[in-house]
């Protein structure tokens, strides 16, 4: 996998609704020439989210057999019976910067073994995180209690990446995220 060395990753992580696939997508219109790694999970799609753009939607044991397979660069079970992975073959055939837009325990892992420039996006509070993901109207009250414990513990990572932007306002997280990333494609 030495071979991963050569493309320039670049990661935006997390805790589930503070704003990464937002800030994301902010990353992915000023850099042309930047291609988004899409991921693989287990979890149902959200009405908005097509097969093959957000994410690709699997089944667990589809999921199961990439890992069997070692096709995918790092995987998680980020929930109980839901699975997030980067699959290999997004990362195969590139000489641009490749954007992941990945969960906080991947992007950890991925950084630690693979290198890159990886940005960690912070919500201001634990309050305004249960707000927002409250307002998306996707969870449960157990979803959203294992969302928010989770992010609890996501938080403390916070410290294993490259940088770190607070999102209390998202064209200024955006725009710190834009100028971060610049600078380190400039400095390469």
Do not use: W
């Amino acid at each position: 996998m030495t071979i991963l060395n050569q493309y320039k990753l670049i990661g935006v992580t997390a805790p589930s609704g503070a704003g990464k696939s937002t800030i994301a997508k902010r990353v992915l219109d000023e850099f042309s020439s930047m291609r988004l790694s899409v991921s693989v999970t287990t979890r149902p799609p959200r009405s908005y989210e097509r097969h093959g753009r957000e994410y690709y939607f699997v089944s667990t044991p589809e999921f199961k057999r990439l890992i069997a397979e070692d096709a995918l660069l790092e995987y998680e079970e980020v929930y109980p019976n839901c699975f997030y992975g980067t699959p290999l073959s997004e990362l195969m055939d590139t000489t641009t910067p490749v954007l992941l837009d990945l969960d906080v325990k991947g992007a950890a892992n991925v950084r630690m073994h693979y290198g890159g420039f990886f940005v960690f996006i912070a919500p201001p509070s634990i309050e305004e995180l249960e707000r927002r993901l409250i307002q998306r109207g996707t969870e449960s009250t157990d979803t959203l209690n294992q969302r928010l414990k989770r992010a609890e513990l996501e938080l403390t990572y916070s410290d294993q990446f490259d940088a770190v932007v607070i999102n209390d306002s998202l064209e200024t997280a955006a725009q710190q995220t834009i100028s971060l990333i610049k600078t380190h494609l400039n400095d390469e």
